[in-house]
């Protein structure tokens, strides 16, 4: 498969399943356009032909005939070389993934079904996710922790994010079960890496000194621009969050050395001129951030429509212009969904079935309940279990095995598919009622996010060499 498009000057193609990128002349692309019209399962082979070199020919007759097949020739050694219509090789190995155990490397502690905010778009319904207001306690936390190492197999780093509502709302049990953990590394040969997602309602020094010391990274929750995040993200008396918290982040950002953190903001059709939210992050002095689209139904007047995706599209394109500037001008920041390696990337099993929920990753609620990630808390279809009798439904950590994008009909055409791994399965829940699905609002999204940070490595290498 073959996917090229224009952006900012660059004429890009990219081979889907080798991941390679090329970045051409008008000339080559055109003429790769017209070898994938012709026949998008071309293979050396084919392209040596006369029938296809003469039809090439044909087809460009405003190019010099000459130079149309001396460009034939470069996209046959590069096909022969695995970099432009290579096959798809990984659909032969998703059986092996089907079959692989369970085995989990990563908890979701559900640390406080509560928070001191009152988020407009929450969809833990202000942490209590469908059910009650609760704290875990540091029982039910100790034995997450025992579960998750005696479901770790050879594993050795293992993964535990607190998260809530606001999980400073528990603040000691966070630090007794971090405590805990780190015995339980010496006695197992594990090493866990905390994380937290925190409002910083509750952030002071003394949490600060703790999290620098302990939390391998810390999501920031803020949505940008003042008047934008306290129209979302109020107190529940409607008083904005804004100005208590965003110095206490401009603290902790730095105590960190602008690393191993990222301010996480939510945009909605409030604010789809989200570049500048993203922008006040970086004049804030962040430089470590995302900003996510928020997901919900058109009933919500907040909620992203099709018909907002133009807009959201030329925001990303003017974003990816001005972080491209900025790089030139020693003022660079990161945008999670502007990351992307092309060099390496996940693993091929992640490539195509994703984030590892229901199988690597689950989420632990306050009273102990296993779910297959934070956004299915609550939905009684898919409790697996609990941390007394560990998974007691193993079907569901197999529906979730099986989740791919072969199997999912819209991933199948899609050249975005290796780099968002099927999109979200809990929003295919939500929007289709089942997991093998996809948001397709929020697909749309992503195309437009891996077509600029393909560009944005373009241009940047493009600025290496005439530098």
Known sequence: ???????????????????????????????????????????????????????????????????????????????????????????????????????????????????????????????????????????????????????????RNLEVDFFGGEPLMNWQVVKDLVAYGREQEKRFDKHFRFTITTNGVLLNEEIQDFVNREMDNVVLSLDGRKEVNDNMRPFRNGKGSYDLIVPKFQRLA??????????????????????????????????????????????????????????????????????IDREKHGKGFNFFHFMIDLEGGPCVYKRMSGCGSGTEYLAVTPWG??????????EEDFLMGNVDDGIVKPEIADNFRSCSVYTKDSCKKCFARFYCSGGCMANSYKFHGTIHDTYEVGCEMERKRVECAIMIKAAMADEGEES
């Not at 010099?64 to 097949?69: N, S």
């Open 254 to 323: 730095k105590s960190r050395n602008q690393e191993k953190y990222y301010i996480r903001g939510t945009f909605t059709r409030n604010n789809l001129d989200f570049s500048k939210d993203i922008l006040h992050f970086a004049d804030l002095g962040f430089e470590q951030m995302s900003m996510e689209p928020v997901v919900g139904p058109d009933t919500d007047s907040y909620a992203i429509r099709e018909e907002d995706l133009p807009q959201i599209f030329a925001e990303y394109d003017s974003l990816a212009k001005i972080m």
């Open 1 to 155: 498969m073959i996917h090229q498009y224009q952006n900012n000057g660059y004429n890009i193609v990219l081979d889907v399943n080798s991941g390679a990128v090329h970045v051409v002349d008008q000339q080559a692309y055109d003429v790769i356009a017209c070898l994938n019209e012709m026949n998008a399962d071309h293979t050396a082979d084919t392209l040596k032909t006369k029938e296809t070199e003469d039809t090439l020919v044909k087809q460009l007759s405003g190019y010099d005939a000459e130079e149309v097949k001396e460009l034939l020739a470069d996209v046959i050694a590069l096909t022969e070389e695995g970099r432009l219509f290579t096959k798809d090789t990984y659909e032969n190995i998703i059986e092996d993934v089907k079959q692989r155990k369970t085995v989990v490397k990563a908890l979701c502690l559900h640390i406080a079904h509560d928070c001191n905010l009152a988020c407009k778009y929450c969809f833990a319904e202000e942490g209590e996710y469908h059910g009650r207001r609760a704290l875990m306690s540091y029982e039910v936390g100790r034995k997450a922790l025992d579960f998750l190492i005696a479901n770790s197999g050879s594993r």
């Open 369 to 378: 309940d296993l779910y297959p990630c934070h956004q299915f808390v609550g």
